[in-house]
C-alpha cells in the first residue's frame, strides 16, 4: 500500500511539474517495470524507461529544459518531491548567491537559477560527464552567464572518492580545499547551499568553516560513511541552524534542510515544520526513489 501511495502522489506531481502525457507514461512504464521496482525498492527502473529527455519542466512559475541519462529520477526528487527547498521551507531570493556541492547533471543548478534572473550559482562536480551535462543544460537554458561549473572534490578524501578514483570520468578530477574554493570564485557570502558529496560533509563542513558560517540556507545530505549522522545534526545547531526537516533515505543517510533565524522568510501564518520527520520512503516497506 506504501508503494502504491508513493507512485500516486509521484505520478501527481510529475502531472504538475511535466505534463498529463509525461505523467500517464511513466505510469505505463511502472506497470511495465513494477516486479523490478519491488525487488530493487525504488522507482528507479521506470524513470531510465523514460530516457535521456528533453523534459520541460515548471515550479512555481520556474522553467528549465532538462536531459541526460538518468535524468528523470534528478527531476522528481528535486522538481517533483521539492527535497532541497520543501514547499519554500528554504528561500532561493532575487540575487541569491548559491552553491551546489555535489551537483550530479545540475538538476538543483538549473532549479536555483530558473527561480529568479539574477541568481548565480556556483557548481561543483568531479564527474566529467556529469560536468558536460550541467554546461549543456545551461547552454540549452542560455544560462551560462550566471553559473561556474567547477569540476573538482571538494574536501578530504572518503572511502568513495577513492573507490572511484580509477574511473576515467573521475581519475583526474582535482581535490580543492575550503579555502582554496572560497578565494577561487570571492565568494564572500552564500544565501544557499546545496551539499551532496558522500561523506566529504563531515571533513568540509567542520567547526570554523568559513563556507558554513556565510550559509543562510543549507540543504544538506549527511552520510554516515563520514560519521554520525545523529552528532553532525547536533554540531549544525551548535553553529546556529534550525532544523526544519530531516528525510532518510532508508541507507542511514538523510536530507537535511537547515536556516539561520535571520534568513527566516516573512511569510504570514508560515508554519515550521517538524524538527524531526524521518518520511519520503525510508521506512521498512516504503520506495525511497
Request: glycine share 8%; net charge positive; aromatic share 8%.
Amino acid at each position: 500500500m506504501n508503494y502504491l501511495r508513493t507512485i500516486a502522489r509521484d505520478a501527481k506531481g510529475i502531472a504538475v511539474t511535466c505534463g498529463w502525457g509525461v505523467s500517464l507514461r511513466w505510469l505505463w512504464f511502472i506497470l511495465l517495470t513494477f516486479s523490478e521496482c519491488l525487488r530493487v525498492r525504488n522507482l528507479q527502473p521506470a524513470d531510465r524507461r523514460m530516457g535521456r529527455g528533453p523534459f520541460t519542466v515548471v515550479r512555481e512559475g520556474a522553467r528549465a529544459r532538462l536531459a541526460g541519462q538518468q535524468v528523470f529520477s534528478g527531476i522528481r526528487e528535486i522538481w517533483v518531491r521539492d527535497v532541497y527547498v520543501k514547499n519554500n521551507y528554504l528561500d532561493i531570493p532575487p540575487g541569491a548567491m548559491v552553491i551546489d556541492l555535489g551537483a550530479n547533471m545540475g538538476n538543483f543548478t538549473s532549479l536555483a537559477l530558473a527561480q529568479h534572473g539574477d541568481v548565480r550559482v556556483i557548481a561543483v562536480e568531479p564527474s566529467l560527464s556529469l560536468s558536460n551535462s550541467i554546461r549543456e543544460s545551461l547552454r540549452v537554458n542560455r544560462w551560462s552567464n550566471r553559473a561556474s561549473v567547477k569540476r573538482a572534490f571538494l574536501g578530504t578524501k572518503t572511502e568513495v572518492q577513492v573507490r572511484v578514483a580509477t574511473d576515467p570520468d573521475y581519475c583526474d578530477a582535482e581535490y580543492v580545499s575550503e579555502s582554496a574554493f572560497l578565494e577561487e570564485f570571492n565568494i564572500k557570502r552564500v544565501d544557499f547551499l546545496k551539499c551532496d558529496i558522500e561523506g566529504s560533509e563531515f571533513f568540509l563542513l567542520e567547526p570554523g568553516s568559513k563556507l558554513l558560517s556565510m550559509t543562510k540556507n543549507l540543504a544538506i545530505e549527511i552520510h554516515p560513511t563520514g560519521g554520525s549522522v545523529q552528532n553532525f545534526l547536533s554540531f549544525l545547531r551548535t553553529v546556529g541552524f534550525e532544523i526544519g526537516s530531516i528525510v532518510e533515505d532508508g541507507t542511514g543517510a538523510c536530507i537535511a534542510l537547515c536556516r539561520r533565524p535571520s534568513a527566516r522568510m516573512a511569510v504570514a501564518g508560515e508554519q515550521p515544520l517538524d524538527d524531526l520527520r524521518w518520511a519520503g520512503g525510508a521506512g521498512k516497506g516504503q520506495m525511497t526513489h
